[in-house]
């Protein structure tokens, strides 16, 4: 079992920048592959990016690669998104999740556990 719990987000100016956190509890957290989503006001919830249990190895969606960071800090059960250059259609709710196992890191419904969300808003 795995807790969720994600923090950072707010009012930022486009071309600032914002650090979420996704701080998780649960003995086993190491062994996860994290993922971050996002879902903006009317739109389906989209894959950001997502990290696995080491750090070694991560994936972004394509339209975010350069902008967007993932990262994490397994002794301090925390998982970091970093997002650069932001842009008024980055605008959503941020959503972190956990999964065992790479495969369809991409796919919400692969995700067991989620956060309840932070919400990002980047006027122009």
């Known amino acids: 079992q795995v807790q969720l719990v994600e923090s950072g987000g707010g009012l930022v100016q486009a071309g600032g920048s914002l650090r979420l956190s996704c701080a998780a509890s649960?003995?086993?957290?190491?062994?996860?592959?994290i993922g971050w989503f996002r879902q903006a006001p009317g739109k389906e919830r989209e894959f950001v990016a997502a990290?696995?249990?080491?750090?070694?190895?991560?994936y972004y969606a394509d339209s975010l690669k350069g902008r967007f960071t993932i990262s994490r800090d397994n002794a301090k059960n925390t998982v970091y998104l970093q997002m650069n250059s932001l842009k008024p259609e980055d605008t959503a709710v941020y959503y972190c999740?956990?999964?065992?196992?790479?495969?369809?890191?991409?796919?919400?419904?692969?995700?067991?556990?989620w956060g309840q969300g932070t919400r990002v808003t980047v006027s122009s």
């Open positions: 999740a956990a999964k065992q196992g790479i495969l369809a890191y991409g796919t919400r419904s692969a995700y067991n556990y």
């Open positions: 649960g003995r086993t957290f190491s062994t996860y592959v």
């Open positions: 990290i696995n249990w080491s750090g070694g190895a991560t």
